[in-house]
């Protein structure tokens, strides 16, 4: 007998910024609505083992998009977008979200996303605190990138280059910043899903990472009675670990930080069941405030 998981995936158009996009998701399950967010370079692949979670589509309506220009999300026909250099800015990633959780009717979401996703978490609680029942950042802080926002827009030609933003590149980079304790196959799952990243898209992406989501002015603003916040960081991330999550939540008034030993950069995909017990206070704790 054939065996099916319960995913389905299916397209919706988004009209972003005036521009219209053909968005692919994937969803499972049914209940409260948890949106989950890719990493920079990369899709809704990362996402699989949620949406093949018994423990989370029971309760949680999981909803995994490919952003545009990531996936099968294809860059909008309507432009000539091979003329221009993709570049991912806060206020397009803020407006995607909001446009998408509005098209599937998903109210007082909860937003996951990791990496970039996880900056994007703390920047939806300040810009739209109302929108969403929580936001959990995995991989989040303040601000990433060594040296001024000069000196990372200079840096960014490198990533661009032929013989740096290969996919074998980007793999072996990515393979890197796993946990050392992760299984083999699911780092190996992280590199090869990013080496299938279309060209420029890795960098276009680092334009927010780097240089447009910072909070270290802002932080203080936002307000975890309106949205709460979880920020979760791993143990073995180069860039946003233990030091730069706890900072971030401790910038937050009512933020939450849980530390995961052993995890690296993408805990989602690298190591599912250990980021699983971090994960289900969490989403219990959400459950519980919204009486599901």
């Known amino acids: 007998m054939p065996k099916f998981e319960a995913a389905i995936g299916r397209y919706v158009w988004l009209t972003i910024q005036g521009v219209e996009y053909r968005v692919y998701f994937e969803e499972a399950g049914q209940g ?59 206020s397009f990633f803020i407006d995607f979200h909001l446009a998408l959780k509005r098209a599937l009717g998903a109210e007082k979401a909860v937003f996951i996303g990791s990496s970039m996703g996880g900056h994007l ?27 001024g926002d000069d000196d990372i827009r200079a840096a960014f030609r490198y990533f661009r280059h032929p013989r740096v933003n290969g996919a074998d590149r980007a793999a072996a ?78 910038a937050i008034k009512g933020a939450v930080w849980i530390p995961m030993p052993g995890i690296g950069h993408f805990p989602m995909t690298e190591d599912y069941p250990t980021m699983k017990r971090f994960l289900m206070p969490v989403l219990e704790e959400i459950a519980a405030r919204q009486g599901g």
Request: hydrophobic share 35%; with cysteine.
């Open 173 to 250: 980079a990515m393979y890197c910043i796993n946990g050392p304790m992760s299984p083999e196959k699911y780092k190996r799952e992280v590199a090869w899903s990013y080496s299938q990243g279309a060209p420029g898209v890795f960098a276009g992406d680092l334009n927010y990472y780097n240089i447009e989501h910072d909070l270290r002015e802002t932080a203080h603003l936002i307000d975890t009675t309106r949205c709460p916040v979880y920020i979760m960081n791993g143990e073995y991330d180069p860039s946003t670990g233990f030091k730069e999550g706890e900072e971030l939540a401790a």
């Open 32 to 90: 409260i609505p948890l949106i989950c967010q890719h990493t920079a370079g990369s899709d809704g692949k990362q996402w699989r083992h949620f949406l093949t979670d018994p423990d989370l589509t029971s309760r949680f309506r999981v909803i995994v998009p490919d952003l545009p220009y990531h996936g099968k999300s294809l860059p909008p026909e309507s432009q000539e977008w091979w003329a221009r250099e993709y570049r991912l800015t806060k």
């Open 121 to 147: 978490a703390p920047d939806l609680a300040l810009a739209c605190p109302d929108e969403y029942a929580a936001v959990i950042g995995l991989e989040a802080g303040l601000k990433t990138g060594v040296g």
